[in-house]
């Protein structure tokens, strides 16, 4: 009851002061394009330091870092040059013997100068960009072996190959080159095509689970896309319950559909038992003396294996023991 009278006195207050509070706000709202104006011109200000000797007769593109998101000078959140190079004193002052000009603090790329260690070329990217998905960068695989952030990725250039799906795994293939033969073998994942890319199934920034999946465990990256493998089923085939990678190789191979091996072979690195073993698997079975022929056997012909037991992956049919329907 008494917060009800409060919302009354409170109403019948704002009623009597009419549009005051409406009239206070908008004399005292920022004026947004000045305030924008005045940050844009403080950025080039700042970046004219460097842009006044690096312009557009430099042979790597300079100035096209104003088309990307880190040219963007009316957000005050931008990086200037010296964000990232450092305020680089004695690079702008030059050497006062005329022996040359000192480097900048930080060099992201080699030229004239030598590239800075890949840790402090980190450092300065993960000034702004951390956290999301790049939480377990520290520790990951590429951050253990000195990949840093502008081995992959350009920053000047508006276009970043390897945010672009058409172009990121050649990005990628420049240091995974046993994954990209792979990936020309007969039986692949859409790779090519431009349908599935590296960082659909990895995160390069780190990982919580195995090979910088983007998932705690391989089975569930593929279950991203292969959500029907996943089930729950009441019979379960316990190698698909472990690890897709039990059979399947994920970067391509030579046998459909990305299997590790043929069937039955494949089957029979589990399978070993009297079931599968007391005949071989030639169209001809000839005796030591020549003169006996033998019959194929049904398990090595077709399918092999899945001529019978065609659901692999799992069942929920009362002959499900045996994966047959």
Not at 52 to 71: F, R, W
Not at 104 to 110: A, H, I, L, R, T
Not at 163 to 168: E, F, M, N, P
């Amino acid at each position: 009851m008494k917060i009800f009278k409060k919302l009354l006195v409170i109403s019948a207050v704002m009623g009597a002061i009419g549009l005051a509070p409406v009239a206070f706000a908008q004399n005292n709202l920022p004026d947004l394009g000045q305030s924008k104006a005045n940050i844009a011109k403080a950025a080039f200000k700042e970046d004219a330091k460097c842009t006044k000797c690096h312009d557009e007769s430099e042979n790597a593109p300079v100035l096209s870092i104003y088309q990307t998101k880190h040219g963007v000078k009316g957000d005050d959140r931008t990086p200037s040059c010296t964000s990232c190079h450092g305020q680089s004193d004695k690079h702008l002052a030059g050497d006062k013997d005329g022996k040359g000009r000192p480097s900048p603090d930080f060099v992201f790329k080699k030229g004239v100068y030598d590239k800075s260690a890949s840790q402090d070329r980190m450092d300065r990217c993960q000034t702004c960009h951390k956290g999301e998905k790049r939480t377990n960068w520290n520790g990951s695989q590429h951050q253990v072996n000195d990949v840093a952030c502008n081995d992959c990725h350009v920053v000047h250039n508006p276009v970043d190959k390897v945010r672009v799906k058409k172009t990121q795994t050649q990005v990628c293939y420049t240091c995974h080159k046993e994954q990209r033969a792979d990936s020309y073998k007969t039986s692949t994942h859409p790779i090519e095509v431009g349908k599935v890319v590296c960082s659909d199934c990895h995160n390069p920034h780190g990982s919580a689970g195995p090979s910088l999946l983007k998932k705690n465990t391989l089975n569930e990256t593929c279950f991203l896309c292969h959500a029907e493998k996943r089930g729950p089923v009441l019979f379960e085939h316990q190698p698909v319950v472990e690890n897709c990678a039990n059979c399947h190789t994920p970067h391509g191979s030579n046998i459909s559909p990305l299997l590790k091996d043929r069937p039955p072979f494949l089957c029979q690195d589990c399978h070993d038992g009297p079931h599968a073993s007391p005949s071989a698997y030639g169209p001809n079975i000839t005796g030591v003396q020549g003169g006996y022929q033998g019959k194929p056997s049904a398990n090595g012909m077709g399918r092999a294996c899945m001529n019978c037991h065609v659901m692999v992956h799992g069942s929920n049919s009362p002959a499900g023991g045996f994966f047959q329907r």
